[in-house]
C-alpha cells in the first residue's frame, strides 16, 4: 500500500519566516508534486521532480523553491513566507511504468498559515 | 497553457438523485484521470480513461471521455450520502518533446452535498 507522508499537518508562521515543508514516500515512486489548495481554485501545481535532484516548475513557482536529493523525499521551502501563501500544500507521488505514468497517490496536506 | 475547466463549481442534490460533473480542456488529452477528495481528506484516485470515446464504470459511477479527447464527464446514478465530497478531473498532456513526468492539469473541482 503506497503510503505518502508529510511532516506537518498544520504549521502556523510569521511573515518573513522560511518555511520547509516535508514529504516522503515510500514506494519507490519517480515522479514526486507540490500542489497548493485553494477554495475554487483546484490544485495548483507549484514544482515537481521526475528524478533525484531533477526539479521543473509548475504553474505557480513563484516564492517556492524545491529540493530532492533522495528518491523518497521531496521539500517545499518558502524562502520568506507571506500571508498570501496561507493555503493547504498536498504532496504526491506517482510511478513511470512503460513509458506510461500512473495515478497520483496524496499525502494528507499541511494546513499552513502565515500571520 | 493548459487549462482545464470543470462544472458546476457546486452541486446540491437530494439522496437519490442524479449528479454530473463536466470537465473541458483547452488541448487534447492523452489521458484523463478523475479524483474524490472527501472533506477534511486528501484526493483519492478513481479511474483513469485514455482512448477516444471510452466510457467506464464502477457501481453507481460512470466516466466518459469524449471523441476528441478535450472532454470528460463523470455521471452519478441515485446519489448516497456517502458519495459527498469533491471531484475533480485532472488532464494529462505530453509536450512537444514527448515527455510530461506525468505532470496533471487539474479542473477546479466540483462540491457534491447530498442531503437524505
Known amino acids: 500500500d503506497v503510503k505518502v507522508t508529510q511532516s506537518s499537518r498544520y504549521l502556523v508562521k510569521r511573515t518573513g519566516e522560511k518555511v520547509f515543508l516535508e514529504c516522503v514516500q515510500d514506494?519507490?515512486?519517480?515522479?514526486m508534486f507540490w500542489y497548493r489548495q485553494d477554495p475554487g481554485l483546484g490544485l495548483r501545481l507549484i514544482y515537481f521532480?521526475?528524478?533525484?535532484?531533477?526539479?521543473e516548475k509548475g504553474d505557480i513557482p513563484e516564492g517556492y523553491s524545491v529540493s530532492r536529493e533522495k528518491k523518497e523525499r521531496f521539500s517545499l521551502i518558502l524562502e520568506s513566507a507571506s500571508t498570501n501563501q496561507t493555503s493547504m500544500y498536498l504532496c504526491?507521488?506517482?510511478?513511470?511504468?512503460?513509458?506510461?505514468?500512473?495515478?497520483?497517490?496524496f499525502g494528507p496536506g499541511t494546513r499552513l498559515t502565515v500571520l | 497553457g493548459q487549462q482545464v475547466m470543470q462544472i458546476p463549481q457546486y452541486q446540491h442534490v437530494q439522496e437519490g438523485e442524479d449528479f454530473t460533473t463536466y470537465c473541458n480542456s483547452s488541448?487534447?488529452?492523452?489521458?484523463i484521470q478523475w479524483y474524490k477528495q472527501r472533506p477534511g481528506g486528501h484526493p483519492v484516485f478513481l479511474i483513469q480513461l485514455v482512448k477516444s470515446g471510452e466510457v467506464k464504470k464502477q457501481k453507481r459511477l460512470t466516466f466518459q471521455f469524449g471523441e476528441a479527447k478535450k472532454n470528460s464527464s463523470l455521471h452519478i446514478t441515485a446519489t448516497q450520502t456517502t458519495d459527498v465530497g469533491t471531484y475533480f478531473c485532472a488532464g494529462h498532456v505530453w509536450d512537444a518533446g514527448g515527455t510530461s513526468y506525468g505532470k496533471l492539469t487539474f479542473g477546479q473541482g466540483t462540491i457534491l452535498t447530498v442531503h437524505p
Open positions: 488541448t487534447t488529452l492523452s489521458n
Open positions: 521532480s521526475y528524478d533525484v535532484k531533477m526539479k
Open positions: 504526491a507521488s506517482s510511478s513511470r511504468e512503460g513509458g506510461s505514468y500512473n495515478e497520483q497517490f
Open positions: 514506494m519507490d515512486h519517480e515522479n
